[in-house]
T-cell receptor, first 109, second 110 residues
Framework: GENVEQHPSTLSVQEGDSAVIKCTYS??????FPWYKQELGKGPQLIID?????GEKKDQRIAVTLNKTAKHFSLHITETQPEDSAVYFC????????FGRGTSLIVHP | DVKVTQSSRYLVKRTGEKVFLECVQDMDHENMFWYRQDPGLGLRLIYF???????EKGDIPEGYSVSREKKERFSLILESASTNQTSMYLCASSPHEGYTFGSGTRLTVV
């Protein structure tokens, strides 16, 4: 089955800095890679996703990149704000995704 | 907006009790899922269903069962609750790709 590893487990940045979270996957057949944001007391929310036929996707301050050869994908958040503080999960797979263990992002004002 | 509603935010149950966690979605999604979330372990799949009355085991089905009698409702059942089932339980639905999660039920078994 798919194995997804996520790093770092904790990331602390100053407001305005960029943040990058990286994930690797094992199954070359995986073709869908979503990212979820979980705020305190809430369920995870899909924030961006990318499919295996695309190398990069952007949505305002967030972007995701995919390197199929190296089997890794990354979430990039620019101009971080305190409200970006949350736990972020990557996932990879085909029909049933496998989740990474999460990254706790802390943005200091 | 798709809504996934979990019936309880917090539950406290005694060891050995039979526990029902209910989940309802309002967007006619075929697929529904139950995960448990534990610190440092991320999200682990317990069971999922891709149609009414259909169910499939996930990665950690032991001690759990599920029921899907109607398309919009997916129930997780702890047959005999144990302390190691204390956790956050998340329900999700999906048309194919991309999940919509509920807010979760924090279950404590004492």
């Amino acid at each position: 089955g798919e194995n997804v590893e996520q790093h770092p487990s904790t990331l602390s940045v100053q407001e305005g800095d960029s943040a990058v979270i990286k994930c690797t996957y094992s199954d070359s057949a995986s073709n869908y890679f979503p990212w979820y944001k979980q705020e305190l007391g809430k369920g995870p929310q899909l924030i961006i996703d990318i499919r295996s036929n695309v190398g990069e996707k952007k949505d305002q301050r967030i972007a995701v990149t995919l390197n199929k050869t190296a089997k890794h994908f990354s979430l990039h958040i620019t101009e971080t704000q305190p409200e970006d503080s949350a736990v972020y999960f990557c996932a990879g797979g085909s029909y049933i995704p496998t989740f990474g263990r999460g990254t706790s992002l802390i943005v200091h004002p | 907006d798709v809504k996934v509603t979990q019936s309880s935010r917090y539950l406290v149950k005694r060891t050995g009790e039979k526990v029902f966690l209910e989940c309802v979605q309002d967007m006619d999604h075929e697929n529904m899922f139950w995960y448990r979330q534990d610190p440092g372990l991320g999200l682990r799949l317990i069971y999922f269903s891709y149609d009414v009355k259909m169910k499939e085991k996930g990665d950690i089905p032991e001690g759990y069962s599920v029921s899907r009698e109607k398309k919009e409702r997916f129930s997780l059942i702890l047959e005999s609750a144990s302390t190691n089932q204390t956790s956050m339980y998340l329900c999700a639905s999906s048309p194919h790709e991309g999940y919509t999660f509920g807010s979760g039920t924090r279950l404590t078994v004492v």
